[in-house]
Structure formats: structure tokens, C-alpha cells
């Protein structure tokens, strides 16, 4: 028996859509993503980067060289009601030079916060060091995770977690909220490229319903369903909600390095092939 059949048994997922890299706060580099993935057996990986899509060319080598089909993706972080908003895009063009150069205006807003972060903790006694975290970031797409493992280096938390909780969330005094970047720019940034948005993780926007009514008219295609860290109850809530709305259920691990955080184990969520398929299809659509 082959390694997928293998997998399939033990339940495991060919597809996975929601992964990170190194080119963002992921611990692989985009190839070693993409052998681990070949490794267990996955047919099909999406790369998600918060923010960049420059983990995506060698990752594409790696994975024709392995036969895996990769599914080019972008996590981009927009600032909801009171909340993050995170909207993926599917199938994004990496070679879209307008798209490019908003993400480099993301990474230079991403410097700056964190930037401020390091400023805020350094005044409060703690030596973290700024340049330090720029080479955990590996000239990537810098964000808070960085901050945290500098944090942890430095023996000042137990844990990623703790981190979080203790000086990276909001309303911690070190916390530096980013400038407003609404869902609907992120969406319309998407479209324009001819990436299909997908809402990411729907639970963390705080009221599903309600994040739809503004997401969907503004050209909203999928939904995460099959998300790793969600329960049956919950994923059974969210297949209900995509039906109703007319949205491609899709989903992954959020898989950021193995152990990073529970319940993001690669590939522990089945995405059904189909998706992928529906999913090509509307990128199809808006290449048009
Ligand atoms: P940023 O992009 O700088 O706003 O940081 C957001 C990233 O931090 C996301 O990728 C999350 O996966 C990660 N993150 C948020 N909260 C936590 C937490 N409590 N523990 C570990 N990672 C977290
Ligand atoms: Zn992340
Ligand atoms: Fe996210
Ligand atoms: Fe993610």
C-alpha cells in the first residue's frame, strides 16, 4: 500500500489549503514545506503567506520536481469590527506587479508596528533586540509570532502562547494596533489580481453572519469549513452558512511548523478535491 492510501485510512487529508512559510511567520522554508507535504502524502498544498506571495517560486519548483500540486495562495490581514479579518486568495498571480507593490506597502506597515512593539517592550525592561527580530523574520514578512520567539530566546516567557497573552494581544500595554485596512480593499485587491477571496477562519471574525453580509456583496467566493482547529459541531455550522451562502467550503491546517500551535498539524484537515476544482474554476472566471 503507497503512502496516500495509507493516509486516506489513518484519515488524513490529500488537500491542504492554509499553510505558511518562512516567507512569513512559518518555521519552513517554502521547499521543505513542500517535501513534508509530498512526505505525508498530500496531493494537493496551498501556501497562504501572510502578506507575501514570495514563498510561492520555490515552492512551484519544489513541487513539480515532487509532484505535488501547488495551489498559490496569500493570507492577507485586514482589520474587521473590533477584530482581525484574514481573507485568503486563491490562485493568486504572483507576477502582478500593482498586487506586489501593495504587498510591499503591507510589509513596510508591518515593520513599522513591529518596530513600535520592540520600542514599547524595550521601555518597559525587557531587551529585546529589533535586529534579532528581523532575523527570525528572515527578511520576510515580519509580524508578531517574531517578536514572540525573540521573546522566548530570551527566556522572558515560557511560550509562544504566553507571549501573546502576556504583551502580544490586544489590550496589552505593548500591543500597537495596525493602521485600518478594511476586508472590502483586501477583497476588491484580490478580485483585481484574480485571486479568489475566501473568508479564513469565520470564528475568529466574531459574528459569521454578520462579517457575511458585508463580505459577500463585496465579492466574497469561499469560506473556510474544514479548518483544522474547529470541531465537528463547528465545522457542520460553517458547511450550513456556506450552502446557504452560495460560498466554496474550503479549509487546511493553518499548519505554521510542527508543534507550533495545537490542532495545526499538516494535513490533519480533509479538504475534499472538489474544492480545488471550484476553486480553479472562479480563478478561471476573473482571469477573463
Ligand atoms: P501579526 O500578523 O503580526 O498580526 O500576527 C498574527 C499571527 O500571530 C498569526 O499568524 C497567528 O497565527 C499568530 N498568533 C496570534 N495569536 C497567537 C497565539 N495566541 N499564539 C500563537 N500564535 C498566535
Ligand atoms: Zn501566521
Ligand atoms: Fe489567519
Ligand atoms: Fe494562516
Known amino acids: 500500500m503507497g503512502v496516500i492510501e495509507e493516509d486516506v485510512e489513518e484519515g488524513r487529508s490529500l488537500v491542504d489549503l492554509h499553510t505558511h512559510t518562512h516567507a512569513s511567520d512559518g518555521l519552513l522554508a517554502p521547499a521543505a514545506l513542500v517535501e513534508l507535504a509530498s512526505q505525508r502524502g498530500l496531493s494537493v498544498l496551498g501556501i497562504t503567506d501572510h502578506d507575501t506571495v514570495d514563498g510561492l517560486p520555490s515552492a512551484r519548483v519544489e513541487a513539480e520536481r515532487r509532484g505535488v500540486t501547488l495551489v498559490p495562495g496569500v493570507e492577507l490581514s485586514t482589520t474587521g469590527v473590533g477584530r482581525e479579518l484574514h481573507i485568503l486568495g486563491y490562485f493568486v ?53 517574531h517578536i514572540a520567539r525573540a521573546l522566548l530566546e530570551l527566556g522572558v516567557v515560557a511560550d509562544i502562547g504566553d507571549a501573546f497573552d502576556r504583551f502580544l494581544t490586544r489590550g496589552r500595554p505593548v500591543y500597537v494596533p495596525r493602521t485600518p485596512y478594511p476586508p472590502e480593499n483586501a477583497l476588491a485587491l484580490l478580485l483585481a489580481n484574480g485571486a479568489v477571496p475566501v473568508l479564513a477562519h469565520p470564528f475568529s471574525t466574531g459574528d459569521v453572519e454578520h462579517a457575511l453580509r458585508l463580505l459577500v456583496p463585496a465579492g466574497l467566493r469561499g469560506m473556510e469549513v474544514f479548518y483544522g482547529a474547529y470541531d465537528d459541531t463547528q465545522r457542520a455550522k460553517l458547511e450550513a452558512m456556506a450552502a446557504a451562502w452560495n460560498l466554496i467550503p474550503t479549509g487546511g491546517s493553518d499548519y505554521h511548523g510542527t508543534g507550533v500551535r495545537e490542532g495545526r498539524e499538516l494535513g490533519n484537515s480533509p479538504v475534499p478535491l472538489a474544492t480545488v476544482a471550484r476553486l480553479r474554476a472562479v480563478a478561471a472566471e476573473l482571469h477573463r
Not at 513596510?108 to 529585546?128: C, F, H, K, S, T
Request: aromatic share 8%; glycine share 6%.
Open 93 to 145: 498571480d504572483d507576477q502582478d506587479d500593482v498586487f506586489v507593490r501593495h504587498l510591499c506597502d503591507f510589509a513596510a506597515e508591518r515593520r513599522d508596528r513591529i518596530a513600535r512593539m520592540v520600542e514599547r517592550l524595550n521601555a518597559e525592561g525587557y531587551p529585546v533586540d529589533l535586529e534579532r527580530v528581523w532575523e527570525l523574520a528572515s527578511d520576510g514578512s515580519v509580524g508578531r509570532p
